[in-house]
């Protein structure tokens, strides 16, 4: 008995029995996933459309990740999805993802658990006691030109037009992504080819120097006012979170 429930499993091994029982006494986590009804009903596919409906399906990055994880569980009760499984599944996301997104797609699943814990009062989170991957920004690697044409050709085939010519910004000024994306119309000077970015990062004011080659691309969809980079359904915002694009580009 459990916090008032029976709790009954059997074992070929008395070994792994006497386990069982001992992971019951003393990990409280452990034992909640098995007693308490939302842990042992609630499929993590239905957990997650719920948790979608609140919002965060409004970035297309952070569902793209979540909805990774729906493929993984799909509809295993959220109290049956571990840690064990979790970072098991990390593991081989690692062979072809960076430490920095690793942290992004554990973070999407902890968030998931936080709101069960807000909408339901459930304490529990799998992803508790995993450790942040370390994210190692030391060393810069330069594309070849034959990586950048390869690059070039891809962002062209993109749904949204606009790909090439933000990509095409952010390769020959070096600036950062926001810095690019969130300039607007009166930021830019044909005449002088550079873009102004009023605040950057560090506070400061810089001038970004045009090519040739982006200051024909930028004619191609210049307006009078407004964000250079519009979002596709609000034109009074810029288009923040186009990562959609950029991963259903690379398929």
């Known amino acids: ?55 965060v399906g409004k970035d297309p990055s952070k569902q793209q990740r979540l909805l990774h994880w729906v493929s993984v569980f799909a509809d295993k009760p959220v109290g049956k999805v571990t840690r064990q499984q979790i970072k098991a599944e990390l593991k081989l996301l690692s062979l072809d993802k960076a430490p920095a997104t690793l942290n992004r797609y554990k973070s999407s699943i902890g968030s998931l658990y936080s709101f069960l814990l807000h909408e339901f009062d459930v304490d529990y989170n799998p992803v508790k006691g995993i450790k942040q991957y370390t994210e190692n920004n030391a060393h810069t690697r330069f594309l070849s030109s034959e990586e950048l044409h390869r690059l070039f050709q891809a962002v062209k085939k993109s749904n949204w037009e606009q790909l090439y010519l933000l990509v095409l910004m952010v390769v ?34 810089r001038i970004l120097t045009l090519t040739s080659d982006v200051v024909t691309e930028l004619i191609k969809y210049t307006k009078i006012g407004g964000f250079v980079f519009p979002h596709p359904n609000d034109q009074k915002r810029y288009f923040k979170n186009f990562d959609i694009h950029w991963q259903w580009g690379f398929k």
């Open 1 to 55: 008995m459990r916090d008032g429930n029976r709790i009954s499993k059997s074992f070929k091994i008395k070994k792994e029995a006497e386990k069982f029982r001992a992971l019951l006494l003393v990990d409280n986590d452990f034992a909640h996933s098995l007693t308490n009804h939302t842990l042992t009903s609630l499929a993590f596919s239905d957990a997650a459309k719920q948790f979608l409906d609140q919002g």
């Open 172 to 205: 020959t000024t070096g600036a950062r992504r926001t810095e690019i994306t969130s300039l607007t119309w009166g930021d830019i000077n044909f005449k002088t080819k550079t873009a102004y970015l009023p605040k950057t990062k560090n506070g400061e004011q």
